[in-house]
């Protein structure tokens, strides 16, 4: 007995009921393209959340306020806000700190040249620049003599320039900001699009002053800050630096022991590993719910083979009679249910695989068939084949050819 | 070559066993022609099927050229089947969806030849049965004669030492009848060892040596009359 021989059998068996093995395999085609649909589908927002969470860098710390609980009484504006200007400035002298940039944002109506636009606007010091890896594109980022000088001037993102401006060169324009006027001095390189939903190009950088006096009024105090980023010089150093910088916040807002924070910390490397941890959860759950829907299809097939193992028990018994070992009827049951759902298997990977590119363009997403998936398909379909086949050859192999010869 | 002693079969039907096979003596020389016969439920087709290695025996012994079948494991029957036997059946059991070419080819499968050796030997059979012109039919576009020769040369396909026919002429009309016998007759006449078990009397008459069986006995064994051309009754 060649292996060959019975290959050629179970074909002979499919094709012998062309519209019935099609329907058998239909279960596995769309268990195995959801499959390939699902963990493409997660891979690929995976790897864009990855990627925009490594554009914001992966060695920078953020330190904000506490969470503050809704619903207590109201303190007044801008009293969540613990932190200060002299946080940041503490925070720059300790070691394995290459940039501090304490932010205060603010939202912006500008005005130039009869276009408008409005935006986010953020007073920043002029260390900003090298604490978020920004790269000026053309003119400079304000220094220190613009912010002590109390300078109106701003350095705007690519698209808020393309919006004012159309494709000329900003440099020395002027914008009004509600009715303040602002000269803008420089203009970011674009980071891309490729933000968690929301355009990084679409900023516009300030100094601190300013923004603070003339764009946030009276609603922050003069020395409050929203946010501070805190570069860290060396990746591997992340976490000790984070507890530096905590223990001196502590510090300066005289936190005693055992008392909560009222400030928190977080690494962009620890925001990134947490939330490839909860995409990979999510995708396992996805292909999970997607693997049930094989286990349906195999179910199917399952159904099908013990159908066939009736309709042809004469079969079997004359097979036994003119020499068949059980292993040969055995092995050829189970061929047939292999090979109904690997060719089901193979049409739901193209299926998947096409549809997944298709979701990857309407969804934006870089990559959309992850490699394994082909190898993993076709495995879990010959897997699937394998175990529902096995009760349905089971039984062939075990009848009687006596009994098998008589039936009608 | 067919040594059976004292061979029982008995089967269990619900709480009842049903004796098939009540103690049986014979033994069968190659080259011989032989006609079992007797009412239905006499043990004849119980007989035949332990004969072709289909069945075990309850108790006694059956031993085929020497080697103990009666003790065989259900894969060194299955080879004794394939190497040793070919069956007729009265319901011919060609396979409906495969050539008649093909049905030929299934032992030959089974034994391993090689494709091209296995359609050449099959339509050498094919045309030593009278049908190599229809080797591309299937089951359903042949008469039940041819269908029945179609099954002939399939349990010729492994050379066997025995065939073993059950009522081969069971489904078919007088004049088809005689043919299959005169088929019959000339692979005697070649050397082939012939087992049929029919209750036609037409049939028991070809044969050289008619073997009746009664309620799992061996009643007569009759060796005197008959043979191919011989006396009818």
Known sequence: MRLFDLVRFAFGAIFAHPMRSVLTSLGVVIGVAAVVMMTSIGVGASQRISGAIGSLGTNLIIVTPAFQRPGVVSQGAGSGLTLKDADAAAIGRIDGVAAVAPVVRGQAQLSADGANWSTGIQGVTPEYVAARDLTIASGRMFDDRDTRQGRKVMVVGPTVARQLWGEADPVGKRVRVKTVPFEVVGVLESKGSAGLGQDQDDVVLAPLSAVRSRVLGRRIRADAVQTIFVKATNADDLDRVQEDV???????????????????????????????????????????????????????????????????????????????????????????????????????LAIGALGSIGIAKLGQWPSAVPPWSGPLALGFSTLVGLIFGAYPSWRAARLDPIEALRRE | MIEIRDLRKVYIMGDEEVGALAGADLSIERGEYVAVIGPSGSGKSTLMNILGGLDRPTSGGYRFEGEDVGGFGDNALADFRRRRIGFVFQSFQLLPRLTALQNVELPMVYGGVPGPERRERATELLERVGLGARKGHRPTQLSGGQQQRVAIARSLANRPDLLLADEPTGALDTHTSEEILKLFGELNADGLTLVIVTHDPDVASEARRRIAFRDGLIVSDDHGQGGPGGARA
């Not at chain 1, 759950?285 to 066939?308: E, F, K, Q």
């Open chain 1, 246 to 348: 905590t223990d001196l916040v502590r510090e300066l807002h005289r936190i005693k022991p055992g008392e909560d924070d009222d400030f928190q910390t977080q690494n962009m490397a620890s925001i990134l590993a947490a939330s490839q941890a909860a995409l990979a959860t999510f995708t396992v759950l996805l292909a999970a719910v997607a693997g049930v829907s094989l286990v349906v299809g195999g179910v199917g097939i399952m159904n099908i083979m013990l159908v066939a193992v009736t309709e042809r028990t004469r079969e079997i018994g004359l097979r036994m009679a003119v020499g068949a070992r059980r292993n040969d009827i055995l092995i050829q049951f189970a061929l047939e249910a292999v090979v109904l759902s690997l060719v089901g298997g193979l049409i739901g």
